[in-house]
Nanobody
Framework: QVQLVESGGGLVQAGGSLRLSCAAS????????MGWFRQAPEKEREYVAS????????YYSDSVKGRFTISRDNYKNTMYLQMNSLKPEDTAGYYC?????????????????WGQGTQVTVSS
């Protein structure tokens, strides 16, 4: 069973940057496709980005493409989300997730393990 812990969230002004981390333990990290999701109050959980087991294949939602970069370090058992040019509409709880699939998809139902989340707040 994989345990996931997010960190790096916080309060930032619009146009600023943050880097989120997702530390994994309890499993073979390189065996899992990984993804980032976000959820704002009273909204459904939204796909942000996903990455394949090796880190070479990445996908993004249209809303973050060109601003966010997903990456992973299989030696450190950690996934990252570099977020640049942040907007107030990026404000949400951000969650990392792991799937036994080669590369995580866009549906939360495809993921087997979830972290507790880290809050990102972007002020205007």
């Amino acid at each position: 069973q994989v345990q996931l812990v997010e960190s790096g969230g916080g309060l930032v002004q619009a146009g600023g940057s943050l880097r989120l981390s997702c530390a994994a333990s309890g499993g073979t990290f390189s065996s899992y496709g990984m993804g980032w999701f976000r959820q704002a109050p009273e909204k459904e959980r939204e796909y942000v980005a996903s990455i394949g087991r090796s880190g070479y294949v990445t996908y993004y939602s249209d809303s973050v493409k060109g601003r966010f970069t997903i990456s992973r370090d299989n030696y450190k058992n950690t996934m990252y989300l570099q977020m640049n040019s942040l907007k107030p509409e990026d404000t949400a709880g951000y969650y990392c997730a792991a799937t036994r699939q080669l590369t995580g998809g866009r549906s939360p139902r495809e993921y087997d393990y979830w972290g507790q989340g880290t809050q990102v707040t972007v002020s205007s």
